[in-house]
Structures are given as C-alpha cells and as structure tokens.
C-alpha cells in the first residue's frame, strides 16, 4: 500500500528530481505539493514545481504556494548553485495550470486534518511553511504520520562550515520545527552528501529519453560547480526516498537543537547522538540519518526514474465519468502487440482504480481480462495510416475499466523501451 505525502518544497534542482520520484514511484502517493521561498524566490519555485509536475505527467497534483520569505530574515536564495531559473540548465516548457487557490500553511494544515495519521509531511526546503503551520495548529504534529526533512547535519555544513542549506535559510523557523513535539526524522548531509549522481549514473540517465535529457541531466549539469567531486549529490531525493523505502538508511535517535544566535554557527543543527531515545530531560527529538546505502539508493532511484520516463505517454487522456468507459491510446514503436508492461491511472478513480495505483496490464492475448481482476484489455491492433515512412507502426491499445472513470490520465510504459 503507498503512504500519501505532502511535499512542501523549493524546487531547485534536487526538488525537481525529488518531485519526479514521488510521483514515479509505486509506493508513494504525491497528494499535494507545497512551495516555499528558498533556492529562488517563491513565484519561481511555484512555477518550477508546476512546470516539472507537468513535463513529468504529474500535472493534476494541486501546487499551493506559501512563504515568500523566512520568519525574521531576508531571503537568501542559491541561484548560485541553481542557476538563475532554479532548474540549473533545464529548459521545460511554462506551466499551463497555475497554482492551486489558497495559501501552503491552510493547505498543509486542512489536508491533514481531514486524514490523520495518514500523510506523511516531506520537507526539502527551508522549514518557514512547516513552523507556521505547525505554530497555528498544534495538532498538526498529531495529524502527520511522519514528518521528514531533508536538512540540517550532524557534522559538517555546506553553506557555512556549521550549518546546512535549508536551516540556514530560516534558523527560526527550524528551531521552531526541531521543538514542536514531534520526532524530525532528519536526512542531513551526514548521508545525503554520498548520493553524488556519479557519471555511471549519469550515463543511465542519458537512457531516459526525454526525463533524462531535458529534465535530469540538464539540471545536474549545473550542479556540478558543486565542490564535490563525485559529482552532484540529490540531497532533497533521499527524503522521499526514506518514505519508500526506509532500510536504505540508518537512522539513529537524537537531540537536535538549531543554534540561532551563533557567531559563526547560526543555523548549525547541533546534535546529541548519545541521548536515549525517550525520558531524561533531554529527550530524542528527532531520527538522524546516519548510514545510506548508495548503491541500491541508486537502483531504486534509477528503476523509479525509469518508469516516468514512461516513453508512450500520449498525454493526459480524460473522460467524464462513463461507466466502463473505454480508452483507445497509442503506443509508439518497437511496444510490441501486448508488450506493454504497466498501465497508471490518475487522479481518483471511485470504484476499483484509485489515484496512482498502478495496474499490470502485461504481455496479453486480445480480451483476456487481468489477472487483478481490476481492468481489462480488450486487444491492440497496428494502425497503418498513422505510421509515418520509415517509422516502426503505432500500436493502439483498447483498455476497458469496469468502474466510473473520473478525470483520469492513462501512462502507458512500453516494456523494457528507453526512448522518449
Ligand atoms: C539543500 O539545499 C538546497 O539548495 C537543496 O535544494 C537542498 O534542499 C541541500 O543543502
Ligand atoms: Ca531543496
């Protein structure tokens, strides 16, 4: 079963490829994203977030806006580190959708109060949107089901030799978050600077098709004025990747207090790795990633990534709510008759589809209905006319759902294909 998330993030390079892997991978159901004011400003980091969610066939998941700017601070952005757009060298088309009605912090605060104990919250941008929240409702700490960051550090920092980008970039708001009586669980720097996208991963990227070459690879490339030498490390990726899969880390029980008045350390998360993990006047107030495991973090950021390359995608296919409706969509070439190997539906669907579950449609003889039972393929047939000269044909695929199709989009992954 998926765990539900909130996203609240400032895309940013790394928040981009986070936001590509919440929305591709099967375990995670991306409810609702939420921008911030951090590596750009706030109108930037809403249209990025908007932008990816688009190129990357996420486009129904609600964008709502929140801070401009931190608690008692200017805003210190990084375009340095992300370019100018935010994106680094990604160039993705302007958002058509604009952003959802509403401001992040009543976003935040209403979803989760409609289902608690349910979503889990993901932060990967300076913690403003989280602390104001969670200051004007409280029970928001008993609503989440995890709350996660990606934030702060055990040792070193990247902005300053103390402290770590998105705590530097609001203290107060972190001080806040660190004391609002729930347990962080903290991907810091400690393992999120061993997430380098090497060149062999890079490479796997180029195999992307267009995910890889507009979206990821573009975005990195700009990374790389990052000093480490490996190459860019997707901090903001291990977040929601502890969310899908949390034996990838190491978490160990803490004390994390944020310095906000330091010298030289303003925004240092300072953490207390021997407190026990509950009682005694300084109990734990967090889970700090100690440990990754690199290479596998890679095979499943890697196999998620490849399945929002989803290279048939036709676009969003809607209808109004037919009982039984039936999809006709092509596939491009080489996916072969009954080749195809994986079938999405989004958002909500009444009835057997739900939002982001994903159904195997699988190799199939025309009109064997699925072995889940939840959808059946009724047969694909090659489509002469519209196979241009020296292309392999399309393939049109008919799909029949036994339940009520709301608005829905159908992606369609051709099996074991690599190109956009
Ligand atoms: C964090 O800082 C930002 O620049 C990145 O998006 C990431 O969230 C890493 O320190
Ligand atoms: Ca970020």
Redo the contacts with the bound molecule.
Sequence with gaps: MSTKIILD???????ALAIAFAHGHPDIELVGITTVA??VGLAQTTANALAVCEFIGAGPTPVTAGCAGPLLRPALD?RL??GDSGLGGAILPAPVAPPAAGHAIDYIIDTLRASPGEITLVA??PLTNIALAARREPRLTDWVRDFVI??GSAGRG??TPAA???IW?DPEAAAVVFRAGWTVTMLG?DV?LRTSATAAVQQRMGGLGSLGTDLLLPALEQYKSVREPAGP?V??VCAVAWVAQPDLFGLVPASVQVETAGALTTGMTVTDLDVPASSGEIAANALVAMDIDVDRFWEVVLGTYARVAAPGRQGPLTDDGEVGAEFEFLVQPDCLLGGLDEIGVVPPLPGALRSGQRHHAGPAPHGQVRADGQNRYIGGRLIGPLQRAGESPLVQHRLKFPGRLARTELLVSPGRRDVG
Excluded: F, Q, S
């Design positions: 993030c400032d895309p940013g390079i790394d928040d951090g590596n990084a580190v992300h990967t941008g990606m934030g990247n902005v770590e980008y998105n970039a720097l999120t490390p901090h903001d």
